[in-house]
C-alpha cells in the first residue's frame, strides 16, 4: 500500500471519529441560565452562590495598550482589596480579561465567548468595538463600562460612562479659559480633531461653547495616523485663532504645541483627557507643553490632594511597581468602584441577572469616588452624563506628570448644555 | 488504484461536509463566531484566488470591495424606523435582493475600475488598487446618510421566504438545541461558501478559465491564441470583486452591524496571505487559507492561558495576545518553508490525487509587461 493511500485512510479516519464526537455532544443541556445558589437573590449569568464574573475587554497588545494595561491593572486592583474585604453581595468578583488589540472582528468572537459566563462587562475599550458589539450588547441586556467618553452613547441604558463626556469636558475647558482672560468673546479658536467619535464628540463641545460666546471654530480634522501637525497649525495661524482645543492622541498635541511655538504662536492649549500622556514630558515640546497646555478632563491626577487618590496611587505603585504613573490608574479604580455600587445595588433588589443589573445601574447615585471622579456620579437619569465637573490640570515634573489647579471646575455652560442636541 | 484513491477522496470529502453540517449541534458561540468569519474570508479569497492565483493580476483593493458588498447589503436592505433614534438611510428591499443587489453594486465598481485592471498588469496594479481602499475608508468616516460614519450601522438579518437567520421569528430547535442567529447562518455560509467554490471551479476549467490562465502564463501566447487579454483581465477583475461583495454581505451578517474600522488596508493583506500560504492557484487552497488566517489567531488567544511563558492578560510579562501573534507568524514561515506550494500543495500529497488542470501550482511570477 502506498504512502499517500494510508495517508488518505488517515484522514478517512480521522472524519469518522470527529462525527462520532459531533453526535455525542450536545450543547442544548448546558444551559445559561446558571442557578443563583446562596439565598433568594434572583441570578443570572456569571453569578454562582460564591462567584460574580464580569468581563474585560480591552487592547492591551494594540494601539491603546499604554493606556489600557494600568487601566486593567487598576481594575484588578480594586477587586483584589474588595474581595479580601468579602466582595460584594456575598461573591467574590472574578474578572475574564481579553485582549483584543483594536480588531473588531476579534473582539466580537471574544465577546460570543465570555457573553454566556459574565454578569456583566466592567470594562470595555474601543470605540469600534463598541460601535460592533452595540446591538448585541443591547440584545443580551450586557451592562457595559465603557472606557470612553463619548456622550453620543448615553442613551443606550445598558452603557455606562464613568465621569463627564468629551463635549462637556471641552466647554468646561474652553470656560476656564474665558474666565482666565486668556481668550474673550468673539475670538477665533482652532480645533484640531480625530475623525471618529471622539474627535466628533469633543468638536461638538467647542462649537456649542463658541456658539454661546460669540466665537467661530475654525475646525482641522485629522486621521489617528496623522503624526506631523505642521499644515495644520498654519492654518490656524493663518486664521488668527486666540486659542487650540486639541481632541487626539498625545503625539497630536505634541506635534502641534511644538510648532505652535515654533512659528511664534503663543496662544494656550486645552486638551480633552486622552490627549495627555506623562511621555510628552521626555519629548522635544516638553517646554511648550508645561506652559501652555490645559487637560481637561474628570479623572484625578495623581497629585490631586485627596486622601483616596493618595492611596490608590500608592496601592497601585505597591501591587505594580513596573507600570508607570498615568490617570487611566485612577479611572480603572474608579471604574470598578462604579461596578461595586451597582452590584451593590443589584443584591439589595435582590436581582443580579442582566436586566437586574441594568436596572440597578440607574437606581445609584451620588457615588462619591473620593475625588477619583471630580464630581459625584449620579446615573438616574438615563442619557444624561453622571456628571459635569472636570479638573483642569498643568502637565508637569511631577508623579503622573499633571498638577492639578486646586478644586474641580463646573461652568455654567456646561451645566446648562444639552448633551442630546445636536 | 488511482480509482481507489479518488474513492477514498471522495468520502472524506463527504464526511467533512456531515461533519460542517452536524457542527452547530455542539459548537459553542466562540467556534461558530469564529467559523462564520472564515466563511466570509473563504469567499472572499476564493475571489482573490481568481484574479491573482488564476489570472496572474494583483489586487490589494480587496478590502475596499468586501466593504462594498458589507455596505450596500446594509443599505439596500436597512432603512427601517429606527424606533425614535436617527439611522442611516437605506432602500428596505427584501435581504434575498439586497444580498444579488450588494454583490452587483460590488461587480459595477469593479467594472468601473475594469480600464486600469485591464491595462495594468501584476504589481502594478495592486499598487494602482491600493489607493481605493484609502478612499473607501474616507468614504465610510464621512458619508454619515448611507454609512452611519464612525457609528457604523446595523445590518438587517437574513430573510429567506419568511425564514429569519435571526434568533427568532421562528424559534427553532433542532434535536433539543436551540438554534439562534449564529446556528442559522452558519448554514447560510456553508451554502455560499459552496456555491462560490463551485462557481469558481466550473469557471476555472471553463474556456475562459483556461484563457485566463494563458493570460497568467504568457500574455503573448494568449494574444496569439485570440485572448483579447485586456477584457480577459477587466472580467477577472469583476468577478473577482463580485465575490468580494459577496463576501462582505455575509461578514455584515455575520457581524451584526458594520464599521468601517474592519475593512482597512489590513484586510486586502490578510486576503492575500489566505491565498498564499493556500497554494497559488487552487480554489481549496484558497479556502483553506482563509481558515487559517482567519481561525487561528483568535484559537491561540483563546488557549493561550495554557501556553508556556505567558502571562495573565493585564499582568506585567508577554501578554497572551502578543504570543499569540509570534505563534501566528510562525506557522505562515513554516507553512511557506515546508510547503512551498502552500496548504493545497500539501494536501495533495496527503491525498495523493492527481493534479487536475485547474490546479497546476505556478507560484513563480510572470516578467512583467507594463
Not at chain 1, 245 to 255: D, E, M, N, R
Not at chain 2, 323 to 336: I, K, M, P
Amino acid at each position: 500500500m502506498s504512502r499517500s493511500l494510508k495517508a488518505s485512510y488517515g484522514m478517512l479516519a480521522v472524519a469518522l471519529i470527529a462525527i462520532a464526537l459531533a453526535a455525542c455532544g450536545s450543547k442544548g443541556t448546558s444551559g445559561d441560565s446558571s442557578s443563583p445558589g446562596g439565598g433568594s437573590v434572583k441570578g443570572g449569568p456569571g453569578v454562582t452562590a460564591s462567584t460574580i464574573k464580569l468581563g474585560v475587554l480591552t487592547d492591551l497588545s494594540g494601539v491603546f495598550a499604554p493606556l489600557a494595561k494600568p487601566l486593567t491593572q487598576a481594575n484588578q486592583l480594586f477587586w483584589k482589596q474588595q474581595n479580601a474585604k468579602g466582595g460584594v453581595c456575598g461573591r467574590k468578583v472574578q474578572l475574564i480579561v481579553k485582549d483584543h488589540g483594536y480588531d473588531p472582528q476579534k473582539a466580537v468572537v471574544q465577546y460570543r465567548d465570555m457573553s454566556q459566563n459574565v454578569a456583566g462587562l466592567q470594562q470595555l475599550l474601543g470605540s469600534p468595538i463598541t460601535a460592533a458589539l452595540l446591538p448585541t450588547l443591547k440584545s443580551d441586556s450586557m451592562l457595559s463600562l465603557l472606557s470612553a467618553w463619548p456622550s453620543s452613547l448615553l442613551s443606550n441604558d445598558n452603557i455606562i460612562i464613568v465621569g463627564t463626556t468629551y463635549d462637556i469636558e471641552m466647554i468646561n475647558g474652553l470656560d476656564y479659559l474665558l474666565g482666565k482672560g486668556l481668550i474673550k468673546k468673539g475670538d477665533k479658536i482652532g480645533h484640531l480633531y480625530f475623525e471618529g467619535e471622539y474627535g466628533e464628540n469633543g468638536l461638538k463641545g467647542s462649537k456649542y461653547f463658541a456658539g454661546k460666546n460669540g466665537m467661530s471654530v475654525v475646525e482641522q480634522k485629522i486621521k489617528a495616523t496623522d503624526t506631523d501637525m505642521t499644515g495644520q497649525v498654519a492654518a490656524f495661524k493663518r486664521a488668527g485663532v486666540k486659542a487650540i482645543a486639541v481632541t487626539t492622541a498625545p503625539t497630536q498635541l505634541a506635534s502641534a504645541a511644538g510648532i505652535a511655538a515654533s512659528q511664534g504662536m503663543t496662544v494656550p492649549i486645552v486638551g480633552n483627557n486622552p490627549t495627555y500622556d506623562p511621555a510628552l514630558l521626555k519629548t522635544p515640546a516638553a517646554k511648550v507643553i508645561k506652559a501652555n497646555a490645559y487637560i481637561a478632563g474628570s479623572i484625578a491626577a495623581w497629585t490631586v490632594a485627596k486622601p483616596e487618590v493618595k492611596q490608590v496611587g500608592d496601592d497601585f505603585t505597591a501591587a505594580y511597581p513596573k507600570s508607570d504613573p498615568k490617570a487611566a490608574v485612577q479611572f480603572g479604580y474608579a471604574q470598578a468602584k462604579v461596578m461595586y455600587e451597582i452590584l451593590n445595588q443589584g443584591c439589595k433588589n435582590k436581582d443580579l441577572s442582566r436586566a437586574g443589573l441594568v436596572k440597578a445601574a440607574h437606581q445609584v447615585s451620588g457615588i462619591d469616588t473620593g475625588g477619583l471622579i471630580a464630581a459625584p456620579l449620579d446615573y438616574t437619569k438615563v442619557g444624561q452624563p453622571s456628571e459635569r465637573a472636570i479638573y483642569i490640570a498643568k502637565p508637569a515634573d511631577v508623579i503622573g506628570g499633571l498638577r492639578p489647579l486646586p478644586g474641580t471646575f463646573e461652568s455654567a455652560t456646561a451645566k446648562s448644555y444639552n448633551v442630546a442636541g445636536s | 488504484m488511482s480509482d481507489r484513491r479518488r474513492l477514498i477522496a471522495r468520502v472524506a470529502m463527504i464526511a467533512l461536509v456531515a461533519v460542517l453540517l452536524w457542527l452547530p449541534q455542539y459548537a459553542e458561540a466562540f467556534w461558530l463566531q469564529t467559523g462564520l468569519f472564515a466563511m466570509s474570508a473563504a469567499i472572499g479569497a476564493v475571489g482573490l484566488q481568481l484574479l491573482v492565483g488564476v489570472t496572474g493580476q494583483l489586487s490589494l483593493a480587496h478590502a475596499f470591495f468586501v466593504a462594498v458588498g458589507a455596505y450596500g447589503y446594509c443599505f439596500l436592505a436597512g432603512g427601517g424606523p429606527g424606533g425614535g433614534v436617527e439611522v442611516p438611510s437605506g432602500a428596505q428591499l427584501p435581504p434575498v435582493l439586497a444580498m444579488i443587489g450588494a454583490v452587483l453594486i460590488a461587480g459595477a465598481l469593479g467594472g468601473l475600475f475594469s480600464p486600469i485592471a485591464g491595462r495594468l498588469s501584476g504589481i502594478y496594479l495592486g499598487l494602482a488598487s491600493i489607493g481605493l481602499v484609502f478612499i473607501g475608508q474616507h468614504v465610510l468616516f464621512n458619508a454619515k446618510g448611507v454609512t452611519g460614519g464612525f457609528n457604523g450601522r446595523d445590518a438587517e438579518p437574513f430573510n429567506l421566504f419568511g425564514f429569519s437567520f435571526s434568533n427568532s421569528h421562528p424559534d427553532l430547535t433542532v434535536f433539543g438545541v436551540p438554534y439562534g442567529g449564529l446556528e442559522r447562518l452558519w448554514y447560510l455560509g456553508l451554502a455560499l461558501v459552496a456555491l462560490s467554490i463551485w462557481y469558481a471551479r466550473n469557471l476555472t476549467r471553463s474556456r475562459p478559465g483556461r484563457a485566463l490562465q494563458t493570460v497568467r502564463d504568457s500574455e503573448i501566447a494568449a494574444a496569439v491564441m485570440g485572448v483579447n487579454v485586456p477584457v480577459y483581465r477587466a472580467a477577472a477583475f469583476v468577478v473577482s470583486s463580485m465575490y468580494a461583495g459577496l463576501a462582505g454581505v455575509f461578514l455584515a451578517l455575520a457581524f451584526g452591524r458594520v464599521v468601517p474600522e474592519s475593512f482597512g488596508f489590513l484586510l486586502s493583506i490578510d486576503f492575500l496571505v489566505m491565498i498564499v500560504i493556500g497554494g497559488l492557484g487552487s480554489i481549496r487552497g484558497a479556502v483553506a487559507g482563509a481558515l487559517v488566517v482567519t481561525a487561528l489567531p483568535q484559537l491561540f488567544d483563546h488557549y493561550s492561558g495554557s501556553l508556556p511563558f505567558v502571562t495573565a492578560p493585564g499582568g506585567d510579562g508577554l501578554q497572551p495576545a502578543d504570543a499569540a501573534r509570534f505563534l501566528y507568524g510562525a506557522a505562515v514561515v513554516a507553512v511557506l518553508i515546508f510547503a512551498p506550494q502552500g496548504l493545497a500543495g500539501l494536501s495533495r500529497g496527503l491525498v495523493g490525487r492527481r493534479a487536475v488542470p485547474d490546479q497546476s501550482v505556478r507560484t513563480d511570477t510572470k516578467e512583467s509587461t507594463a
